[in-house]
């Protein structure tokens, strides 16, 4: 059984530009959730989504980023108009059910590099 | 609202000597808490995991944390340091009652020396 899959693993993007994270969920894992690592910083929530909506996104700065989780293929973080404070590593992780009490499953994340 | 605290950012220790790494955590419900362990560049793996049973806990490669109500705390122990033991480490905490979102603390890096 493949891990959570994320791509691309590297992505460097200018000053105004868009990037595009990708999370693939383990099979059989309807619930995914991505969050940021700042330098020398803790893993901080964004936001949780099941197929096809957004469950909580509390996390989630109000402009510039959205999120999605289609019924088809993978979830998409999305930052228009990045700045270098957008720099970052993005992990995305997925559990079989929602509840404090199952493990969530994290990919190796994409180091977003704003220039 | 829940909150976790790493008392220690960094832990230097010699291989094969004791490993403690210290957390707090604050919760307003039954909370469920983990350590996750992040070697450089790369993911997240969990190490162990407690949901309200046995409040000693054994986790891979040789951990564990006992998790302790009166003191708030959920301290990772390893009797037996080893190189590859070398990691960020973080402390995890999630509430039963919406259970969404991993509250992580700030971490702390254990260095393990020859």
């Known amino acids: 059984n493949a891990g959570v899959m994320q791509n691309p693993r590297h992505l460097v993007r200018r000053r105004g530009q868009e990037a595009r994270l990708r999370c693939s969920p383990m099979?059989?894992?309807?619930?995914v959730y991505w969050y940021r690592q700042l330098p020398e910083e803790g893993l901080k929530f964004m936001v949780y989504l099941q197929k096809e909506n957004i469950i909580d996104e509390s996390g989630m700065p109000k402009e510039r980023f959205s999120a999605e989780f289609p019924k088809e293929g993978p979830s998409i973080l999305r930052i228009q108009q990045v700045v270098r404070g957008d720099s970052a590593a993005y992990f995305c992780?997925?559990?079989?059910?929602?509840?404090?009490?199952?493990?969530?499953?994290f990919g190796p994340g994409t180091r977003l590099t704003v220039t | 609202a829940q909150s976790v605290t790493q008392l220690d950012s960094h832990v230097s220790v010699s291989e094969g000597t004791p490993v403690l790494l210290r957390c707090n955590y604050s919760s307003s419900y039954s909370p469920s808490l983990f350590w996750y362990v992040q070697h450089p560049n790369k993911g997240l793996q969990l190490l162990l995991k407690y949901t309200s049973a046995a409040t000693l806990v054994k986790g891979i490669n040789g951990f564990e944390a006992e998790f302790k109500k009166s003191e708030t705390s959920f301290h990772l122990t390893k009797p037996s340091a080893h190189m590859s033991d070398a990691a960020e480490y973080f402390c995890?905490?999630?509430?039963?009652?919406?259970?969404?979102?991993?509250?992580f603390g700030k971490g702390t890096t254990l260095s393990v020396s020859s």
């Open positions: 995890v905490v999630s509430d039963d009652q919406a259970g969404t979102a991993l509250i």
């Open positions: 099979k059989g894992h309807s619930h």
């Open positions: 992780a997925s559990s079989p059910e929602a509840g404090g009490f199952y493990e969530q499953y």
